[in-house]
């Protein structure tokens, strides 16, 4: 049997947002990194994970349109003059 | 059990920094531009908030301007045991939780349980069979992606994320709106969702493959065709 047995990519994927947060305990970390120096799919899989975490903070990118924000000064406006 | 844990979550809630204890004091002297900052800051963060507990923009919007009331009537009894940020992303929960019951919507996060309990998240049929050599590694290895570089792209690739966001459960979409979206770190979503770190994990977790897959149906796509592709 190979190395990488005892840990598979099925146990991976269920893993691997704990993996990049840095959650897992060191034993298991150790076992899955055995597992990714030697699964091209495995490191493709992780690879695009990283990429999709990234892709999903290009979404902040956003202003509060000026009607909102005209509207909200309002609130301000009010709760300044009511003391 | 329960209590103890939020209470350590309420210790381990980050301090204020001293750009928002300025923020506060010069609010507490109605500064507007004070208060202009900070919904620039939060504003368009707080509105996807909102979206996870209702499901009209217009209610969210509703929800959102009573947080920043809720805010400017709160700051002078703003104590400083949590981030600002956290105190007022505190607020949007709390109002937009009495908005959901009033509303007569379950609440949110009521029903974390089947949230996390959902089944497998990638079909099994990619990996092997139980019982068979090398069982449980990939049946295919994942198709390489297409770089989404040409800004037409960039903007689908955002509308496709931005709508698998959407059709997340409530528990799921909030968690990974401040931790990816806003970019918080865990114990901050713990403590403005009021979700135990555990929950808060495998939320995150479930959100990301979710989000992976469907890029991976997308950009897989764009690359150009996806397995047997031979470039």
Known sequence: MDETADFTCSELVAVASDYIEGRLPPSERVRLESHLAECEGCTTYLEQMRRTITLIGELRREHVPPEALERLLGVFRTWKHAG | ?231
């Not at chain 2, 989404?148 to 799921?172: K, N, W």
């Open chain 2, 1 to 231: 059990m329960r209590t103890a844990g939020e209470h350590q979550e309420a210790r381990l809630a980050p301090a204020p920094s001293p750009d928002e204890l300025a923020l506060v004091e010069a609010l507490r002297r109605r500064e507007e531009a004070a208060f202009v900052e900070l919904v620039e800051s939060y504003g368009a963060g707080l509105l996807r908030l909102a979206l996870t507990f209702v499901r009209t923009r217009a209610v969210a919007e509703e929800v959102v301007q009573e947080t920043w009331l809720g805010v400017l009537k709160g700051i002078d009894r703003f104590e400083g045991r949590s981030s600002l940020r956290t105190w007022i992303f505190r607020i949007l929960t709390n109002v937009a939780k009495t908005r959901a019951v009033r509303e007569g919507r379950t609440v949110p996060f009521a029903d974390l349980e089947s949230e996390t309990e959902e089944g497998p998240l990638l079909d099994p049929s990619r990996f092997v069979r139980t019982g068979e050599p090398w069982e449980g590694h990939w049946q295919w290895f994942p198709g390489p992606w297409g770089e989404p570089e040409e800004r037409l792209l960039a903007s689908e690739a955002r509308g496709v994320i931005a709508a698998v966001i959407e059709a997340l459960p409530p528990g799921q979409r909030a968690v990974v709106t401040l931790r990816d979206v806003e970019g918080w770190n865990s114990e901050e979503t713990c403590n403005a969702l009021a979700i135990s770190e555990t929950n808060q994990r495998v939320l995150l977790h479930r959100a990301r493959t979710k989000v992976r897959l469907a890029l991976e149906a997308y950009l897989t796509e764009v690359a150009g065709g996806g397995h047997g592709r031979d470039s």
